[in-house]
């Protein structure tokens, strides 16, 4: 069975950067779409960035554009998120999701049927 497994998370101030690591156990993974989405507590998980095997192929959600970026390294089998000027409301847990037919519906949470186990992100002000 497939695993993805995150890493990165933490503590950081308001302002600060994290860098989110996500690595799939699959032997296959170059032409999967991979993405990231997010959960607080008692809301729904909601959609942060996606990429396609095309590396030149990425969305976001309005509320990161131009603060995060999410890029893979094929070859580690690795989808990263890296996270800049970060605020209190990116306070969640981050989701590596993953969908193996390569889905072109990026933001649909229902497209992704792998996923890991999750990692805190806390934003102090």
């Known amino acids: 069975q497939v695993q993805l497994v995150e890493s990165g998370g933490g503590l950081v101030e308001a302002g600060g950067s994290l860098t989110l690591s996500c690595v799939s156990s699959?032997?296959?993974?170059?032409?999967?779409?991979m993405a990231w989405f997010r959960q607080v507590s008692g809301k729904e998980r909601e959609f942060v960035a996606a990429i396609r095997w095309s590396r030149s192929t990425t969305y976001y959600a309005d509320s990161v554009k131009g603060r995060f970026t999410i890029s893979r390294d094929n070859a580690k089998k690795t989808v990263y998120l890296q996270m800049n000027s970060l605020k209190p409301e990116d306070t969640a847990v981050y989701f590596c999701a993953a969908d193996p037919r390569g889905t072109v519906l990026l933001r649909e949470i229902e497209e992704y049927n792998i996923w890991g186990q999750g990692t805190q992100v806390t934003v102090s002000s």
């Open positions: 699959g032997r296959t993974f170059n032409s999967w779409s």
